[in-house]
């Protein structure tokens, strides 16, 4: 599946902040969701990376962010929560 910008499952999150993306990190049910702002788009991420990403949380005493994943984590499944904006003409 590819999404409006080319986002696709295999890509890591090094690729994801190279697109300049305005990003939020969700943890619904304890797993962490990176939320791409523009297209309505969230990402989850390998287990080894996930797992890399809780061990820096668990001390961190406020909200999580997205620059606490690692950039080698790879997205292993993409959450469409919108259509594509249409491209202005």
């Known amino acids: 599946m590819v999404i409006c910008r080319r986002y696709r499952v295999g890509m890591t999150f090094h690729d994801l902040i190279a697109a300049y993306e305005p990003m939020t990190l969700d943890l619904p049910e304890g797993r962490g969701v990176i939320n791409l702002g523009s297209e ?7 287990e080894g990376s996930e797992r890399r990403f809780y ?5 961190y005493h406020a909200p999580p962010r997205p620059d ?8 292993t ?6 259509g594509c904006p249409k491209a202005s003409r």
């Open 40 to 46: 309505g788009v969230g990402v989850a991420v390998d």
């Open 55 to 59: 061990d820096r949380y668990q001390d």
């Open 68 to 75: 606490m994943a690692p950039d080698s984590a790879r997205v």
């Open 77 to 82: 499944e993409l959450f469409v929560s919108s």
